[in-house]
């Protein structure tokens, strides 16, 4: 009651910035909507554990829900309306999503923008070896990883094959209940002294990291390499595939388990690839649930933001512009250049990107006033980037307050970010690349423990708040 609190409590409730545990401020009906929401988003990370996965599952909700393909309005003649709901794939590893609005587009969209790849090991072009009478597949590691982490766990293979003749052949071995697994192997700790003695850095080296898969010889003695040709044989015989078909594959090897409920209360997730899939379910989930809003509305699910964002189906190509380009001219009667960039430059955007949350195991590379914690709520960060904020955005502080209004205005939990302390580290998201094209951008996304790691883990409470945070900002931000 707050006759019984003091001048200076009541003052402090006033004035101080205080973060709120998302579970203390829900009611049991949207602890029942944490719930479910959480089981519809594990089932979907087995089902999408790589770029190309996610791009066809979302194009199935997205169709279910009644999006048409914008090449099928382009090749009908149709204009689009408000209401209407279009999306297009690019090269099967990025997606794009729309819902027209009521108001002209030269006054912007809303967007919601997140990454669909996640740290992993792709095979090399040429990776069939064996060695001591066992095969093994060699790998280079994609994006930023700790390398000791992806040892003596299980892996599953997840990808697609070009064979010599032209057509292609998709593979997932590793993820049913009954399949077989592959693994790394390391040095056991009796005979690890020397490994030991080494950095964390330098204990497991790139080249050090083959798959081991298979050890029963071809029978017949006038062949090398007998363990390789038998596991050729297999490969032949089960996808008509040969060694060179490797040449023009993209084979990634990414943990076999799945996603799991942490903790014995169940309130948060455990998977691999939840950065940035948290943010893509989630985004992508938002737009699928639009209905009759002002300002079209728009959801971006690139690839390659591990690596810099880089190549067609990345945030620095011109897949967002010219979708962007092509819903204009279906909009408007008369087209030109000028509608397209008024329309960017007025566009309002929430890089849809996970933040790095504080572990009290290693609180000394945070700064606790600036870090965000798992279960207190969307996280937003001003700025990413490493050092003096290279590599970042920037946001400035006119949409960073407006964004704080919209989310407190409509009980959405948040609280801020910060990449760790000044100097400890740093990172970016693909907030620049839409900064640079003209318009409003800031990072928002969920707090995650062990990012880039083979299980990363987040809280469910943060995962649905970021749902509610992204679907409000595409319906409500002016």
């Known amino acids: 009651m707050s ?6 409590q009541q003052l402090s ?31 979907f990370l087995d089902s999408s554990k790589t770029e190309r996965e996610f791009v066809k599952e979302a194009e199935k909700l997205a169709k279910a829900r009644g999006f048409v393909s914008i090449e099928n309005i382009i090749n009908s003649n149709t204009a689009l309306k408000q209401g209407m709901k279009v999306y297009r794939v690019l090269k099967n590893k990025a997606i794009a999503l729309a819902v ?25 072009p040429n990776p069939v070896y064996e060695s001591r009478d066992m095969v093994f ?23 697609i094959i ?19 697994v592959f693994t790394i192997t390391d040095l056991l700790p009796h005979l690890a002294a020397g490994q ?3 950095k964390m850095s330098e204990g497991i080296t790139g080249e050090g990291l083959n798959i081991l898969s298979g050890s029963i010889p071809y029978n017949d003695e006038k062949v090398k390499e007998k363990v390789k040709l038998n596991i050729l044989k297999i490969l ?12 023009s594959a993209e084979i990634e090897m990414v943990p076999a388990f799945k996603a799991k409920d942490v903790g014995f209360d169940k309130s948060m997730v455990g998977a691999y690839g939840q950065d940035d899939r948290v943010c893509a379910y989630t985004s992508l989930r938002s737009i699928l649930d639009l209905e009759n809003i002002e300002r079209t509305a728009v959801c971006i699910l690139t690839d390659k933001e591990e690596i810099g964002s880089m190549g067609n189906t990345g945030a620095q190509s011109s897949f967002l512009e010219n979708f962007i380009a092509d819903i204009c001219a279906l909009s408007l009667s008369k087209y030109t250049d000028i509608v397209l960039r008024r329309c960017i430059i007025n566009s309002k955007m929430l890089s849809a990107d996970v933040g790095a949350a504080i572990d009290p195991n290693y609180e000394n590379v945070y700064d606790k006033l600036n870090s965000p914690f798992i279960g207190k709520g969307i996280v937003l960060v001003k700025y990413t980037g490493a050092r003096g904020k290279s590599g970042s955005s920037d946001a400035n502080a006119e949409f960073m307050g407006a ?22 580290g740093g990172g970016g998201t693909v907030a620049q690349f839409m900064a640079n094209m003209g318009m409003e951008v800031i990072d928002c996304g969920v707090a995650v423990l062990s990012m880039h790691s083979p299980f990363e883990v987040t809280s469910k409470a943060d995962i649905y708040m970021a749902y509610k945070a992204y679907k409000t900002f595409l319906e409500k931000m002016k």
Do not use: C
Request: proline fraction near 2%; avoid cysteine.
């Open 3 to 8: 006759e019984n609190k003091t001048t200076g």
């Open 13 to 43: 409730e006033e004035l101080y910035y205080n973060t709120s545990n998302v579970w203390n401020k829900i009611s049991d009906e949207e602890s029942n909507q944490i719930s479910s929401f959480s089981e519809d988003y594990k089932k």
């Open 137 to 159: 597949l060699k790998t280079h590691y994609y994006g930023g990883i700790k390398k000791y982490q992806w040892v003596t766990i299980p892996l599953s293979m997840h990808g």
């Open 162 to 180: 070009i064979k010599k003749d032209g057509s292609s052949v998709e593979v997932v071995i590793g993820e049913d209940e009954n399949d077989t």
């Open 403 to 424: 964004v704080r209004k919209l989310f407190n205005d409509n009980s959405i939990v948040w609280q801020t970010g910060e990449l760790g302390k000044v100097d400890e």
């Open 100 to 124: 027209i609005g009521s108001k002209p587009l030269e006054q912007g969209i809303n967007l919601v923008g997140a990454h669909i790849d996640s740290p992993r090991l792709d095979l090399k």
């Open 236 to 247: 032949n015989e089960k996808y008509g595939i040969v060694e060179e078909d490797f040449l």
């Open 196 to 198: 030991m003695q080494k």
